[in-house]
């Protein structure tokens, strides 16, 4: 009976997330039609003659009216054509492929190292809670969450390929390398987003077992003679499970998307840089690509965090 | 000293200079002095450019940046090439005449030059590519340049007769543009590379990388000095330079002033700082109230304080202009019209002779340039002092060229350099112009200029261009403080470079030019 309505919810959360995706497909077009300039003049730069602007507008049918090409973009994304970039008429599938294995790389690796750590220190912080420990964990992960990731960028940059010269400025990977080589390349873009997400997860792992701290049975616990450690460990952790899966998903999708920033200043090659190049160049294809498959990953994460904390918790199965 | 300290940057070769008296330091040691090093092959060559996008082909046509033009210029030749101090030498054409008019040109074309597959280029490879940008629906970089073509021909095998519809003296130099690559005869798969250039395609990743190999076969003798290049898009600036300080690329195109006085000072890196032609212009539109007035015009130039714009907005890495857009190293450059100095009295005076009294919206952005939103505020500054009012719009970076250039009256403007004088003029100033940025309309200029393009005599050329340039400084809508420098980090080991026309990166023919020493 659990697992039928597990496969309900899942159901409805895949037609929400269609639904969800065809609201940003159509955002993302609104949005890329109503941002000033053009995608001939984007192209060809500021110095190009108005003939060749024209002679460009005429051959990527820009002058067609802007619901005829959603219309036709969407009837190809539909059957499985994410069609071809304006700006250099080759397979947007072919522009993403290696990009997109790029950036899940490192997100993952900093995932593999912030979401242990982060969830860690939110238990140490929420068992010390008021403590030295938890001051410490705290003030620090604040300092870092309210530094911008560009910052945090540079200055590693500054302190560990600059100054100490451990890792490269560049973070270039390619497939003739080992994946410790790999590894090392992108030590310094992987802990810069390790920091940015750290101290988010933190912060939201300790208010989420804290507040299950609130709850009268840990009360109950803490009367019949349990230790902190264990009260947080066997009785609170467990329940606020749920909410924790569910930081640590929306973890995993801001790395994944947010990674923007991070691509620039250090020259990765991900996602991100072919997105901005893809906007600044208003290559409409391109860009609704990389927004459906952020978008993607987004619902698909929120998916699993349900799932999971479906399976964690089994009163959530019981409708109240 | 601050002033001092900038004079010494602004010189154009204070890395050699540094270099110099590194020199003389070891010749007072005592140790033999090196001789100028002859160029060493071998190596791997990594070049920090920018102007990249996931978007980028080898298709010659659609090059537009200046990382584009270096890519362009490892792997491929065009008919003429621009060396030291501007001087244009044939490259794949090996030399050209024309009539007296310069209606009708012949370029001769060198022999024995093969493509990187051993092909050999004849006239029909040349009059393919140069073709590749005419035409109707060309949308090359290239086409307004090829306009005045009316005929194209083949005069043998080594040899192409081109026909102007009207003269034009500079058509060589027009030749020596870094869209117009030769490439075989019927190309249609332009991601093989495949050219008469320097190195040979060997990966190319839009927006990313490209490496290529040296061309055993290259017919110049002493260029194509290493092994491999690879050329890297690094758009962020701050990484491009980190990039250069660690050693991960040898050279960094476009350094910003702020950090290239950074580099000098750390290990292992200098700066190639070598004057340019870009100007970053004020620009307004004279066909039009309140512009339509010249003595209003005059207040807006009287009232630009240029060296401290050059000083504070460009660390001093420029030259100062003369409200006209030929700079001082053109050879028609115009020297002996005095230069503009700040003069908040004169600037009072033509206003009250304009009768404006109103207040003059700027309408900026740095999208035009970094510094152009820090410029505004200096000109409202000293613009204030001769009673001249003016209000600073800043205007979203996105769309600024398409709705606020050329449209509103008042605005930041920006030019990159162009190779000729005629380009230049005729590309802003002629009233014809499509760009013709400040709407400044004069029937004696345009008979001026056509009468200049046509002339083949230097000296006659050279007093035409001189009462151009003093039309527009005297009467033109565009107050130009300054030029702009060329600014490239290159790390010490790397030998060779020399400044050769507009365009960083050595004319963006660096790869070819320099070596690398051990």
Redesign the interface.
């Known amino acids: 009976m659990g697992g039928a309505s597990v496969t309900t919810l899942v159901l409805k959360r895949l037609v929400s997330g269609l639904v969800t995706l065809f609201l940003v497909s159509l955002m993302v077009f609104v949005g890329t039609e109503i941002?000033?300039?053009?995608v001939?003049?984007a192209?060809?730069?500021?110095?190009?003659?108005?003939?060749?602007?024209q002679?460009?507008r005429?051959?990527l049918d820009l002058d067609r009216p802007a619901i005829e090409r959603y219309g036709l973009w969407l009837w190809d994304f539909a059957h499985g054509d994410l069609g071809q970039?304006?700006?250099?008429?080759?397979e947007v599938s072919d522009?993403i492929a290696g990009r997109l294995g790029n950036t899940l790389f490192l997100a993952l690796t900093a995932a593999i190292i912030a979401i242990p750590v982060s969830v860690g220190l939110g238990l140490l912080a929420a068992l010390y809670e008021d403590k030295l420990a938890d001051k410490s964990i705290t003030i620090s992960t604040l300092i870092f969450v309210s530094t911008p990731d560009f910052l945090i960028g540079?200055l590693l940059?500054?302190w560990g390929?600059?100054t100490l010269?451990w890792f490269?400025?560049?973070s270039?990977i390619s497939d003739s390398m080992s994946f410790i080589e790999q590894l090392h390349a992108i030590a310094l873009p992987c802990l810069t987003l390790a920091l940015v997400v750290s101290a988010h997860t933190m912060r939201l792992t300790r208010a989420a077992i804290l507040s299950v701290m609130n709850q009268p049975y840990i009360e109950m616990a803490e009367l019949k003679g349990a230790t902190r450690q264990r009260i947080i460990l066997y009785h609170a952790f467990p329940n606020a499970l749920a909410p924790v899966l569910n930081i640590v998903m929306l973890t995993l999708a801001y790395l994944i998307v947010g990674v923007v920033v991070v691509e620039?200043?250090?020259?990765y090659?991900g996602m991100g840089?072919?997105m901005i190049?893809?906007v600044?160049?208003r290559?409409m294809p391109?860009v609704q690509a990389c927004g459906l498959i952020f978008a993607s990953v987004y619902v698909a994460l929120n998916l699993t965090a349900d799932i999971l904390s479906l399976l964690a918790n089994p009163r959530r199965r019981r409708p109240k | 000293m601050n002033q001092r300290k900038m004079g010494v940057w602004a010189r154009p070769d204070r890395r050699t200079f540094l270099k110099s008296t590194a020199a003389a330091g070891l010749l007072t040691l005592g140790l033999p002095k090196i001789a100028a090093a002859a160029p060493q092959s071998g190596g791997r060559l990594v070049l920090g450019t920018t102007g990249g996008?996931?978007?980028?082909?080898l298709d010659p046509t659609k090059l537009?940046?200046v990382g584009h033009g270096v890519i362009g210029y490892t792997l491929a030749n065009g008919l003429t090439e621009i060396e030291k101090d501007g001087e244009l030498v044939g490259e794949l054409a090996e030399s050209w005449e024309s009539s007296d008019d310069a209606t009708k040109w012949k370029f001769n074309l060198r022999k024995g030059v093969t493509f990187h597959d051993g092909r050999e280029m004849t006239s029909a490879d040349v009059i393919y590519s140069i073709n590749l940008h005419r035409g109707?629906?060309?949308?090359?970089?290239a086409?307004?340049l090829l306009t005045p073509i009316t005929d194209l021909s083949a005069d043998g095998p080594h040899a192409i007769t081109v026909t102007l519809s009207s003269g034009n003296a500079d058509l060589p130099y027009l030749m020596g543009d870094f869209h117009l690559l030769i490439l075989p005869d019927g190309t249609t798969d332009y991601a093989a590379g495949m050219f008469t250039g320097p190195y040979m395609l060997k990966e190319f990743?839009?927006?990313?990388k490209l490496v290529a190999v040296k061309n055993p076969n290259y017919w110049k003798p002493d260029r194509a000095h290493v092994d491999e290049v690879e050329i890297?898009f690094?758009?962020?600036t701050?990484?491009?330079i980190?990039?250069l300080?660690?050693g991960?690329?040898h050279v960094a195109g476009r350094v910003d002033p702020q950090s290239a006085a950074l580099i000098a000072s750390a290990p292992g890196v200098g700066i190639e700082n070598h004057p340019a032609a870009g100007h970053r212009p004020l620009l307004m539109q004279s066909d039009s109230p309140p512009f339509d007035n010249a003595d209003l015009r005059l207040a807006v130039k009287y009232s630009l304080n240029r060296e401290e714009i050059l000083d504070k907005v460009m660390a001093g890495f420029g030259s100062l202009a003369n409200d006209h857009p030929i700079p001082p190293f053109d050879p028609f450059h115009a020297a002996d019209i005095p230069q503009r100095q700040y003069d908040p009295d004169k600037a009072a005076h033509h206003l009250k002779k304009s009768g404006f009294d109103g207040k003059l919206e700027l309408h900026t952005s740095n999208v035009t340039f970094a510094g152009a939103e820090a410029m505004a505020a200096l000109f409202q500054q000293t613009a204030a002092k001769g009673g001249l009012n003016v209000e600073i719009i800043r205007e979203?970076s996105?769309?600024f060229?398409?709705?606020v250039w050329m449209k509103k009256p008042f605005i930041s403007g920006s030019w990159?350099g162009r190779p000729t004088a005629d380009i230049m003029l005729s590309t802003a100033y002629a009233s014809d112009a499509?760009w013709n940025d400040t709407a400044w309309r004069r029937e004696a200029f345009d008979q001026k200029l056509a009468m200049a393009r046509a002339e083949t005599d230097f000296d006659k050329r050279k007093a035409i261009y001189h009462d151009l340039q003093m039309m527009i400084h005297e009467d033109g809508g565009a107050a130009i403080p300054f030029f702009t420098n060329n600014v490239d980090g290159v790390r010490d080991e790397v030998q060779g470079y020399y400044p050769a026309g507009s365009f960083e990166m050595s004319g963006m023919r660096i790869a070819e030019r320099v070596w690398l020493t051990a």
């Open positions: 941002l000033p300039g053009d001939a003049e192209i060809l730069g500021q110095q190009a003659t108005p003939d060749a602007v002679a460009l005429d051959k970039s304006l700006a250099s008429g080759r522009l540079y940059l500054l390929a600059v010269g490269p400025a560049l270039r620039a200043v250090f020259n090659s840089r072919l190049d893809a600044s160049k290559d391109l | 996008g996931a978007g980028d082909s537009t940046s109707e629906d060309s949308a090359s970089g086409k307004g990743v839009p927006g990313e890297l690094i758009d962020d701050t990484s491009r980190s990039a300080i660690t991960e690329v979203p996105d769309g060229w398409s709705n990159g499509k």
